[in-house]
């Protein structure tokens, strides 16, 4: 675990500089303020964070917020409010719903829980003794009495929950953790300080990945400090223009590149800065009125030559291991594993997928040709990826991570209605069945998958909550489920929980089509997004008229300004329907994106 987070984040050092070495006291020789603490605790504050983005689908993703620019500190370094506010929320979240969903809250809460606890015991132990507490105890400790009061009032009964529960210590020298004040200044002066031009270091330097959203996301969040302002909101224009041209050029040089070796680092920097640029358009298009942009989203499967580049490096590198897991052991394969992989892919099925970069080609591997492969049968390419994944060596699990790796970005950078739901599948398995994989999705806890898998969960969430009978999911229209609704909210007294929660969920509907359609502005023909516009109000006024019969303040929640799709989205995607590659992914496709209203 050390070597992976040395790999990725740099030496381990305490506050006077010592380096930690050994694998087996890290926690011990760490103090407080040592960079694996303040990363843990980065970490567990944007699980956090996205636990909430999910819960309430907030298009902008903002987690936590830092200065990133030590020339203009617009932000207080203290977070104490904010981890007031955090922790407060926390309390409060909201896990109930179909079974599957508490299920995968449960395994969340867990997952943050067990990182607390780790650094807990770094703070535990520098407390133990002293006076006064050291900066951030607030934060790990109200953290952790949040997750102790929101895993008791809901899991009552969790054997894994009342087993971590049982462990915990709630005092520190005398004092109830709960009560505990501190300062809680966090920071990423220690990155953001050595560096003379942040801009610059983000824009071009692949060392900057893993910063890449912090910054944007402070970019984001100055466009709500400074929304209205026109003066302000134009030199943000010019920001986002700049930061567009930079991209683009970058895609060009990356584009013109003769062989992929060596340029790993920089195509997963340029993932990252794309996915950070089209959050800027998505939440600069959600809080313009009318006005289109000048510049507009850049999606990489819209890029033919990139996008096979990018999947060309992944894709490589993944056939690379199960060639040598073939060769290391023989016996577990049914073909002569000395031939080179390629060999054992049908290319010339009509179904092969392969990418190129410049004159190289690669072939994916499907589970056709992994059962040709295997001795034993294999009922997905999941599967075959997890038996491929027993067998290989550290060496070749460090390869599939840093594939993996580009395989999530990618995925979580594609519109959830085009993302592919085998793939989705495979990276959520193998992060899952090896430790060296546990980070593939950077230690993110926020869902991955498609429109139709998070309709279908919301979709689940209301008919658990209501109690709803003899429902296909699969087979169900708006109507029907509506239909269902209005008839049990027109009951006397009906469960005001339940109702909420009901609410809620078709809030939450509601919004995740209202992003698909701010993110599908400029990307469709002008025929399709006026569609596409209509049926989404359509969907809202639906809503409404179901929730007729309950509470005011159910209501209020449908008719939230927030969940309206404004004008500026149409005169957005009329400003750029015009120049749309028709090769393009979502072109070719558009019926993936007419389908998120397929329920109507």
């Given amino acids: 675990m050390l070597k992976q ?60 917020v830092y200065n990133m620019d030590l020339s203009d500190k617009k932000l207080d370094y203290d977070k104490t409010y904010e981890i007031e506010y955090i922790t407060n929320k926390l309390k409060e979240l909201d896990v109930s ?52 009061t929101l895993l008791k009032s809901n899991y009552p009964m969790d054997e894994d929950v009342n087993e971590r529960l049982n462990r915990y210590k709630d005092t520190i020298n005398g004092f109830k953790k709960s009560e505990v004040k501190s300062s809680n200044v966090l920071t990423m002066d220690h990155i953001v300080g050595k560096v003379g031009n942040v801009y610059e270091f983000i824009m071009t330097d692949p060392k900057s990945t893993m910063y890449v959203k912090k910054y944007f996301d402070a970019l984001k969040d100055n466009m709500f400090e400074i929304n209205g302002n026109e003066v302000e909101e134009e030199l943000m224009m010019e920001k986002i223009r700049d930061i567009n041209r930079i991209i683009n050029e970058k895609i060009e040089k990356f584009k013109k590149l003769d062989e992929s070796k060596g340029h790993f680092e920089e195509g997963a920097h340029l993932i990252e800065l794309i996915s950070g ?18 510049v507009n989203y850049i999606y990489i499967p819209n890029d033919i030559e990139l996008y096979r580049r990018l999947m060309y490096m992944t894709t490589s590198k993944y056939n690379k291991v199960v060639e040598g897991v073939m060769r290391n052991n023989p016996e577990d394969f049914r073909v002569d594993v000395n031939r080179p992989i390629q060999e054992h892919i049908r290319t010339n099925n009509k179904d092969a997928q392969s990418y190129t970069f410049n004159k190289n080609t690669v072939y994916k591997i499907s589970q056709h040709d992994f059962e040709n492969m295997f001795n034993e049968k294999v009922n997905s390419r999941s599967e075959a990826s997890r038996k491929i994944i027993e067998k290989a060596t550290p060496s070749q699990l460090s390869d599939l991570n840093t594939g993996y790796r580009m395989d999530y970005k990618l995925m979580d950078h594609t519109l959830p209605s085009y993302r592919d739901a085998d793939k989705i599948k495979e990276i959520n398995e193998v992060s899952k069945s090896n430790k060296m994989l546990s980070d593939i999705k950077n230690n993110d806890i926020k869902y991955l998958e498609t429109h139709e898998q998070r309709e279908d969960r919301y979709v689940n969430n209301i008919i658990s909550r209501g109690n709803l009978k003899n429902i296909n999911i699969k087979k169900l229209k708006y109507s029907t489920l509506f239909s269902k609704l209005s008839n049990l909210l027109s009951k006397n007294n009906p469960n005001k929980e339940q109702v909420s929660g009901i609410t809620k969920d078709l809030g939450n509907m509601c919004m995740n089509k209202k992003n698909e359609v701010v993110k599908l502005s400029g990307n469709v023909p002008e025929s399709v997004f006026i569609e596409i516009y209509n049926d989404y109000n359509n969907l809202k006024s639906k809503v409404s008229i179901s929730l007729k019969n309950a509470p005011e303040t159910s209501i209020s929640i449908i008719n939230n300004s927030n969940l309206n799709v404004k004008i500026s989205l149409v005169n957005h995607n009329k400003s750029f329907s015009n120049k749309i590659n028709t090769k393009s992914d979502v072109i070719k496709n558009i019926s993936k994106a007419k389908g998120i209203f397929s329920r109507a």
């Fill in 97 to 148: 719903g179909s079974e599957e969903t508490r299920q995968e809250y449960k395994e969340k809460l867990l997952d943050i829980y067990d990182k607390v606890s780790e650094v807990e015991e770094v703070f535990d132990r520098n407390n133990n003794g002293g006076e006064g507490f050291l900066n951030n105890s607030q934060t790990i400790y109200s953290v952790k009495e949040a997750l102790n």
């Fill in 5 to 64: 987070h040395v790999e990725k984040h740099g030496e381990i050092v305490d506050s006077k500089g010592n380096k930690i070495t050994k694998t087996n006291n890290y926690k011990n020789e760490a103090d407080t303020e040592s960079k694996f603490v303040t990363d843990k605790l980065d970490e567990i504050l944007k699980n956090i964070t996205q636990l909430f983005n999910d819960d309430d689908q907030d298009l902008s993703n903002i987690n936590i």
């Fill in 277 to 294: 640029y089209n959050e800027l358009i998505s939440t600069k298009l959600i809080l313009s009125e009318e006005k289109a942009l000048d």
